[in-house]
């Protein structure tokens, strides 16, 4: 019997791309199985070169399964249908509503755009497909797929637990919140900043880490403007992208992770803070509540001042932190790898690549 042969694709290739981490990975659980197997991206960082192919050398035979994975709108969709349909999986990592990008990246908001309408044409061309959260599943149905399976992104604990921490230059005597993520429309991190100011009217010493680049130099100035109005500026802290040890250093600084994101594919901040035990307070939406699964706690309005009080409650309470710790906890366990490995390999073979 010859060798089995199952190749991904994704659109960009970098070693801080959670796609591009989850595709090595993957990669990975093929190549031990005796799969053959390679990652290949139609661009490629620097230090991702020695691990993933270039596009144009991908074999025109001999391949069993093409995993693609999917997101904004990517140029080579149309040479994966007309050419490699018969072996094609899609791999949704969802897309952003190109509203969201509309006044401050109109190109992006094309490409989005782009990418849900081949999302459409993807499902036309072949019957299933596979997302990395139901939320993205149920998208997917609504564009056609006759089927589809989750497979969750996997937590990389592993990583995380040889990390030596470095915590963040923050001294206060109040509570600190934290938001990881890059600074987008979508993700609402002024609301965060409107949430910092409702906290302070209750605990004056309160704090907003904000992790994540700035993505967006306008939403980032918009962001820093509001919190120059409402007189909290002193309190919001935005290092920008940091390390893996100052991204741990940070989850274990603060005192409730807080979410006022309108879309996530995913969510995988949400399973590191469970990972670091630091409770989740997050708003309904999207992908949220796939992924918290019942943990942490969640609201579907942004009341602010009604926020702030239970926030500042929570941090008060060392019990009921633990209770709300103890249920992530065992949440956070469906992520890990051998869960997610053995999820995987069942789902490959019900679609005929196991």
């Known amino acids: 019997m010859s060798q089995q042969v199952i190749h991904q694709l994704i659109n960009g290739a970098s070693s801080?791309?959670?796609?591009?981490?989850?595709?090595?990975?993957?990669q990975r659980w093929l190549q031990d199985a005796g799969v053959e197997s390679e990652l290949f991206a139609l661009s490629i960082t620097d230090d991702c070169q020695d691990k993933v192919r270039p596009w144009h050398r991908y074999p025109a035979k001999g391949v069993d399964g093409l995993l693609y994975h999917h997101s904004?709108?990517?140029?080579?969709?149309?040479?994966?249908?007309?050419?490699?349909?018969?072996?094609?999986?899609?791999?949704?990592?969802?897309?952003?509503?190109?509203?969201?990008?509309?006044?401050?990246?109109?190109?992006?908001?094309?490409?989005?755009?782009?990418?849900?309408?081949?999302?459409?044409?993807?499902?036309?061309?072949?019957?299933?497909?596979?997302?990395?959260s139901e939320f993205n599943c149920a998208d997917m149905r609504r564009a056609g797929f006759k089927r589809t399976e989750v497979i969750p992104i996997t937590f990389d604990a592993q990583t995380y637990s040889k990390l030596?921490?470095?915590?963040?230059?923050?001294?206060t005597d109040?509570?600190?919140?934290?938001?990881?993520?890059?600074f987008a429309p979508h993700k609402c991190q002024e609301d965060l900043v409107?949430?910092?100011?409702?906290?302070?009217?209750?605990?004056?010493?309160?704090?907003?880490?904000?992790?994540?680049?700035?993505?967006?130099?306008?939403y980032t100035d918009w962001v820093?403007?509001?919190?120059?109005?409402?007189?909290?500026?002193?309190?919001?802290?935005?290092?920008?992208?940091?390390?893996?040890?100052?991204?741990?250093?940070?989850?274990?600084?603060?005192?409730?992770?807080?979410?006022?994101?309108?879309?996530?594919?995913?969510?995988?901040?949400?399973?590191?803070?469970?990972?670091?035990?630091?409770?989740?307070?997050?708003?309904?939406?999207s992908a949220v509540t796939d992924t918290l699964g019942g943990a942490g706690i969640t609201f579907g309005e942004k009341n602010f001042a009604a926020l702030a009080?239970?926030?500042?409650a929570l941090w008060q309470d060392k019990r009921w932190q633990q209770r709300i710790v103890a249920g992530q906890s065992a949440r956070v366990q469906d992520f890990m790898e051998e869960r997610v490995k053995a999820k995987f390999w069942q789902v490959l073979g019900q679609l005929g690549l196991g």
Request: charged fraction near 15%; charge should be negative; include cysteine.
């Open 309 to 312: 009080q239970l926030i500042i």
């Open 224 to 285: 820093r403007y509001v919190a120059e109005a409402l007189g909290v500026a002193d309190g919001v802290h935005a290092p920008g992208g940091v390390s893996f040890e100052e991204l741990a250093g940070a989850y274990q600084a603060a005192d409730v992770y807080v979410s006022l994101s309108e879309h996530e594919g995913f969510g995988m901040p949400l399973i590191e803070s469970m990972f670091f035990e630091l409770p989740v307070l997050a708003y309904r939406s």
């Open 16 to 26: 801080r791309d959670a796609i591009t981490q989850n595709a090595l990975l993957w």
């Open 194 to 218: 409107r949430l910092l100011y409702a906290c302070r009217q209750f605990e004056p010493n309160t704090q907003l880490l904000l992790i994540g680049a700035h993505w967006s130099a306008g």
């Open 174 to 182: 109040g509570p600190i919140l934290l938001f990881t993520g890059r």
């Open 164 to 171: 030596i921490p470095i915590p963040p230059k923050i001294k």
């Open 72 to 132: 904004l709108g990517s140029s080579v969709v149309p040479e994966l249908i007309n050419q490699h349909a018969d072996i094609l999986v899609p791999v949704y990592h969802n897309v952003t509503p190109p509203h969201w990008f509309a006044g401050s990246q109109p190109d992006l908001a094309q490409r989005a755009a782009n990418g849900i309408e081949q999302l459409n044409v993807l499902a036309q061309a072949v019957p299933a497909g596979i997302g990395v």
